[in-house]
C-alpha cells in the first residue's frame, strides 16, 4: 500500500509561511489556558512550538522518546487505508502546507497548523497515544467490515471535537477545537450547542457537520474512560445493533442524554 509520505523540505518553508504560524500560535495560547485540558497544556510545553512551522524531524524525535509516536509529512487528505495504517502504526499524517494569511479563520481542508498544533500536543499523552493507535487498528477492521461512516463519528466526536470534565469544568482535547480561535470560545461558552455525556452507541448514531461549528459536543469523564470504553468494546455486536436503529438527528437530544449545562450536569429526562 502506498504511504503517500513525502519529505517535509522544513528548509522551503518561507519566513511569511513561518510567521503566520507564529501568529496562529500566539493566538491559541492566548486562549487555551482555562479552557484546553492539562495533558494538551502539558503537550505544548513539552514540544517546541512557538517559533514557527516545527521541522518533523526534530518534532518527531522529542514525540517518539515520550509515546513512540512520529508525525510525517503528507500532501493533504489521504484515503482511509492509508490513515488507519499510519495511525495503527503511531505516525501521525500532517498536511506539509499553511493557510494564507487571509485564511486565518477557517479553512475546509486540515492544514498543518490544524494537524500539527491541533492533534500532536495530545500524542504525548501516553492515555491518548494508545487511544489514537487503537483508533487506527479499529479503522482498519471497520473498513473490512463495511462500517466506517459509523467509526468516522467517533473520531469525529473525540480526536477532532471531544471535551472532557476536569475539576474545574470543562475542558477541550478535541484538535479541531484547539486549534480554531473561535471554536476555543464557542464550544465551552456559547448557549447555543448541546454537550452530552459521552457515550459509545449515542456516538456511533450521531451524524455530524464539516462545514461549521459543532451543534453537538459530547463529553469524556476522562481520557482513561475513553481508552477503557473504546478499546475494551467489541465493535462487531455494535455496529449490528446500530444497522437497526435510525441516526438521532443533530441537534436532538435522546431521553438518556446526560445534558452538561456549562459547569454542571443534568439528566435529559427529570428522573
Ligand atoms: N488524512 N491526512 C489525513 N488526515 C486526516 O485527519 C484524515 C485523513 N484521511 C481520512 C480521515 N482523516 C478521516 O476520514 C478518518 O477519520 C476516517
Ligand atoms: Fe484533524
Redesign the pocket.
Known amino acids: 500500500m502506498q504511504d503517500y509520505v513525502i519529505p517535509q523540505n522544513w528548509d522551503r518553508f518561507t519566513a511569511a509561511e513561518h510567521a503566520t504560524w507564529a501568529r496562529l500560535y500566539q493566538r491559541q495560547v492566548a486562549l487555551l489556558p482555562g479552557r484546553a485540558c492539562p495533558e494538551f497544556l502539558a503537550g505544548l510545553r513539552a514540544l517546541d512550538l512557538a517559533a514557527g512551522i516545527p521541522d518533523f524531524r526534530v518534532l518527531s524525535e522529542t514525540l517518539q522518546h515520550l509515546t513512540g509516536w512520529q508525525v510525517v509529512a503528507?500532501p493533504?487528505?489521504?484515503?482511509?487505508a492509508v490513515?488507519f495504517e499510519h495511525l495503527a502504526n503511531r505516525r501521525f499524517?500532517?498536511?506539509n502546507f499553511i493557510r494564507r494569511a487571509d485564511q486565518l479563520d477557517y479553512l475546509q481542508e486540515?492544514d498543518i497548523f490544524h494537524?500539527v498544533f491541533g492533534h500532536v500536543p495530545m500524542l504525548t499523552d501516553p492515555v491518548f497515544a494508545d487511544y489514537m493507535q487503537a483508533y487506527g487498528r479499529g479503522?482498519q477492521r471497520a473498513l473490512r467490515h463495511g462500517s466506517?461512516p459509523n467509526?468516522?463519528r467517533l473520531?469525529?466526536y473525540t480526536v477532532e471535537f471531544g471535551l472532557v470534565r476536569t475539576d474545574a469544568g470543562l475542558a477541550i482535547y478535541g484538535a479541531g477545537i484547539v486549534s480554531s480561535a473561535s471554536e476555543t470560545i464557542f464550544a465551552l461558552e456559547d448557549a447555543s450547542p448541546h454537550r452530552l455525556g459521552f457515550s459509545l452507541p449515542r456516538v456511533l448514531r450521531t451524524p455530524y457537520r464539516i462545514d461549521d461549528f459543532q451543534q453537538t459536543y459530547f463529553v469524556i469523564d476522562s481520557l482513561p474512560a475513553l481508552l477503557d470504553e473504546t478499546v475494551n468494546t467489541d465493535f462487531a455486536p455494535l455496529y449490528v445493533d446500530l444497522a437497526s436503529l435510525p441516526d438521532i438527528p443533530l441537534p436532538a437530544i435522546d431521553p438518556a442524554d446526560v445534558v452538561f449545562t456549562r459547569g454542571t450536569q443534568s439528566h435529559a429526562a427529570a428522573h
Open positions: 503528507v493533504g487528505l489521504v484515503p482511509d490513515f499524517p500532517a498536511g486540515p494537524d479503522g466506517l467509526l468516522a473520531y469525529w
